[in-house]
């Protein structure tokens, strides 16, 4: 086991966003976060990555619970939705996160071509539609270091051969060891893409484990991955 | 030199800002302004110095004792003290809360460099805008250097540093009131409050005089006049640098996004009283330096020299009102020359009203009492020459005898601004819209 996610609480004033929320994440693997709109997708992933502060929860890491310089060392959070340094050329910026972010310079060429980034290189991220810095972001995200990396909504915005062209760079990129923590609420794309799943409805883990595994918990053996998300949610 | 790709993340972050900087529309705004900003200035400040140094057929005697600070070089740099309360707001406003906006935030924050050292990023690339903006005020003094004027380094040096503070102050401010807010108009609004507040405060202290007189001297125009008048002070510089880091400081810890709200209020709390301490300390350090060549925060060297031998403690009541023009006249023109000479005077200002007017038949109004070594000695006059009269006569001293050498003369210059016209509203506006074209065209 990589890490432990325990006890994670986080409140907006009266209303609750996340409780009690716990779960674990094996190394290499690709763990898809699944919930409806509002299950609290986006704020656990802030507060796992320290960018929103958590109410309570800790997470371990070989037993030992990791403070905010470790968490930072070992997790890196791609939001949805932002378009970072928007007046600069995609170029410059994949540089930048390689070095202010610390990324790994080696990759930069690859993922280029793996999320067809040349075209777009000369261009400012304000510039970019919706997909294209969804791609960029993708870039960003598997540029840096961290051995986990945890993307929200990674197929928002893009096409059906760009989604599945992006599902193969990521099984690519688990494939040589990173651990790929991601937020989809499509459940069709989570099923194609991820090992295991966590379940998260209403701010609460409603179930964590591979689809037998859920479709047992749910007493629906020969469920898919929507039926048993019905089923348990 | 490291390659681009292994420099420091501190490196990279400052290309980062500077290149923001760079795309920053209301930067390009504030370079194109300053030329013709400065150049209504300097062009009125040159014909009237010319004026009165005899241009035209006009008399000469006055220009004999202008000094070129006063004269050209105050007014002239007032453009930059114009462009900090109203510009430079925005561009740092800019600058800050457009990670927030974008996002990036989200991204640096999981980088594990100090919200301090990424606030000082930005302020240092703010800083560096800031130098390149002063531009056109200063190549007004190769301008005045052509007509054949005269340059004094010291004082030029200390006016430049006093608009420096004076920037890094808005640079504070708004850093702080962008980190602290949730949207760029909302910090906009807090810091144009702030700084109108510190105008009230300017003016309730020349109402009710006493500590709120002694903080509205603090406050960023008072600041930059002082500097104006080539009087560098210790404590005024320490306090502004003071501020300065408590903002950026204070926008440091509202950057961390992931830090509960009730702590980083804690903490900004505990900086505020940090910050309230250390002005308080420094208020009462005393050393200052009249960088001016006319000398004109400072008695005669002779009558310095004259009131360093007297050392009993000194001290001063005086029974005027804060908006009496004769407190006014005796505060600027004596007394505050008189601390610099003798620090550990004491002054006390008497009055029962503010404006003085319904006091003025009552007794003792318009008195000045000097009391030294257990002597004391009661006078009205309220010039310099008057309160160094009254000092010598109390301490036993004899005034020293007047020496030609020592008054300032002054540089009269009668040439009209010739150029000044083309340069500030054409060449500096020409060359910063063609610099904004440029850059917005490379970046896009």
Known sequence: MLLEVDGFCKRFGRIPALSGVGFHVETGELLGLIGPNGAGKTTLFECLAGVLPSDSGVIRSGGAVLDARARRNLLFYVPDGIAPWPHQAVGWVLDYVIGFLGGRAELRDELIAQLDLAALLGQTVGTLSKGQRKRVLLAIGLLTAQPVLLIDEPFEGLDLRQAREIAAALRVHAARGRTLFLSIHQIGDAARLCDRFVLLSGGRVCGEGTVPQLAATAKMPEGDLEEVFLALT | ?444
């Open chain 2, 1 to 444: 030199m490291p390659s681009r790709s292994v420099a420091s993340p501190f490196r990279w972050l400052l290309e980062k800002e500077w290149r923001e900087l760079l795309v920053s529309r209301s930067w390009w705004i504030l370079l194109i302004v300053m030329g013709p900003l400065a150049g209504i200035s300097f062009i009125g400040a040159v014909r009237a110095y010319a004026e009165v140094s005899g241009l035209n057929g006009t008399s000469a005697g006055v220009g004999e004792a202008l000094a070129p600070l006063a004269g050209v070089w105050a007014p002239t740099f007032s453009a930059c003290e114009l462009v900090a309360v109203f510009l430079l707001p925005f561009v740092a406003i800019r600058m800050v809360a457009g990670d927030r906006q974008s996002g990036a935030l989200k991204l640096e924050l999981q980088q594990n460099l100090s919200p301090a050292v990424r606030m000082a990023a930005k302020a240092l690339v703010l800083l560096g805008g800031w130098v390149l903006a002063m531009l056109p005020p200063l190549s007004a003094l190769l301008l005045w250097k052509f007509y054949g004027g005269t340059l004094y380094p010291p004082e030029l040096a200390t006016l430049i540093v006093g608009h420096i503070l004076n920037a890094g102050l808005t640079i504070g401010l708004a850093a702080a009131m962008s980190s602290f807010t949730e949207h760029p108009s909302t910090a906009a609004i807090l810091t144009l409050t702030v700084t109108v507040g510190t105008w009230i405060l300017d003016i309730f202290g020349a109402v009710e005089g006493g500590l709120w007189e002694r903080a509205a001297g603090y406050i960023p125009a008072a600041l930059v006049s002082q500097f104006e008048h080539g009087l560098w002070r210790l404590d005024t510089t320490l306090i502004a640098v003071v501020l300065i880091a408590a903002g950026l400081l204070l926008a440091a810890i509202w950057m961390r996004l992931g830090i509960p709200v009730r702590r980083r209020a804690w903490e900004s709390a505990a900086l505020g009283v940090l910050a309230a301490a250390a002005i308080f300390a420094c208020a009462f350090v005393t050393p200052s330096w009249d960088n001016s060549e006319a000398r004109a925060n400072s008695f005669p060297e002779a009558d310095e020299r004259a009131l360093r031998h007297i050392h009993a403690p000194l001290q001063i009541d005086v029974h005027l009102a804060p908006q009496d023009g004769r407190r006014t006249e005796l505060e600027r023109q004596a007394l505050s020359k008189l601390r610099r000479a003798m620090p550990q005077v004491k002054v006390r200002y008497i009055s029962s009203t503010s404006i003085g007017l319904f006091e003025q038949t009552a007794a003792g109004y318009g008195e000045i009492w000097y009391h030294l070594g257990g002597r004391r000695a009661m006078s009205r006059v309220t010039t310099p020459e008057g309160v160094l009269e009254s000092i010598y006569s109390l301490a036993n001293v004899t005034p020293p005898a007047e020496s030609g050498d020592e008054i300032f003369r002054g540089h009269p210059l009668a040439a009209p601004p010739k150029g000044a016209g083309t340069l500030f509203y054409g060449v500096w506006p020409g060359v910063f819209l063609a610099g904004a074209i440029l850059v917005r065209r490379r970046f896009k």
